[in-house]
């Protein structure tokens, strides 16, 4: 179009119900309306509670945006919206507000992969240029992908159960920390002895880059049943020790399996990490290490911008316009959606379908 287009992005494929616009690399605005006092009694995501809040906030959430921005509805060149994989009832509340949204203005829609967005994040903030690694690791994903393109990734490997963040939101609620689990297991280990418990590194016996994190959870819910036989229950600096040690667990293995990735890949030009758990900051440092003993540039995004927002769904819309054009109104709501188009499925134990 010779300009960079103005890009209105919307998401809500879990608990977050964000919109947001963006012009070229430029974040105009960046709105996110978090779910956590409508789950915080449950202990995790309700599916229809989440939907029910997307179906309410969207709205609220595009109007702030555009303010945010300076600019009208009439001023966006397309919409792009997260299309999958997620709840399906999240997913769907912004694939109808987008479908009407186009259908009134008449401005071209561009259906998003969520973890498309999570990939491209590198480019947002960096500039970072294809071919590129990343280690995506978030509450529902984790996987290592070569990134060539806008919709062309590689997958080198991925969890077979439990992702990461799901891991680190079980660990709180065993140990009786609130939600997000994340932070909450962060900040109490920053008190902890991580070598107080010796915790499994799974998978590290066996060559290539697949991980498992099911087995870690269930080494950590162990140690607390006999803390708690032992003792009579469980003291702070016990919580914050198994926090710290099982913080160390999840690092060393995504830095070995890291190491692992980047042996096979080559002609890339970084090295980068995405995703909600990409904000821990002791992952971060530990992968910057690694990326700079392999003499490669290494991008961590903005601590905002590493869990779900909607600038980095904007901006991969514009990425996908520029290269594929837009969607049409029979774009579909996807709860399941790979990026890597032919890589077989990573099936796991307990597992009864293909977990992107």
Known sequence: MGRDITILGLESSCD???????RGRRILSSVVADQTALHA???GVVPEIAARAHAEKLDICIEQALTDAKVALSDIDAIAVTAGPGLIGGVLSGVMMAKGLSAATGKPLIGVNHLAGHALTPR???????PYLILLVSGGHCQFLRVDGPT?????????????GEAFDKTARLLGLPQPGGPSVETSALSGDETRFVFPRPLLDRPGCDLSFSGLKTALLRQRDQLVSNQGGLHAQDISDLCAGFQAAIRDVLVEKSRRAL????????????????????????????SNQNGLAFVAPPLALCTDNAA???FAGAEKFA???????????RPRWPLDRVAPAALGSGKKGAKA
């Open 263 to 290: 042996i096979g890949c080559t002609g890339i030009t970084g090295f980068a990490v995405a995703g909600g758990v990409a904000a821990n900051t002791q992952l971060r440092a530990a992968l910057e290490t690694l």
């Open 124 to 130: 947002l903030t960096d500039g970072m240029e294809y």
């Open 312 to 314: 980095m769904i904007a």
């Open 323 to 333: 290269l594929e054009g837009a969607d049409d109104l029979t774009l579909t709501a």
């Open 152 to 164: 062309s990734f590689v997958r080198l490997g991925s969890t077979i159960d439990d992702a990461p």
């Open 16 to 22: 977050d119900t964000a919109a947001a616009v963006v």
């Open 41 to 43: 009694a449950y202990g």
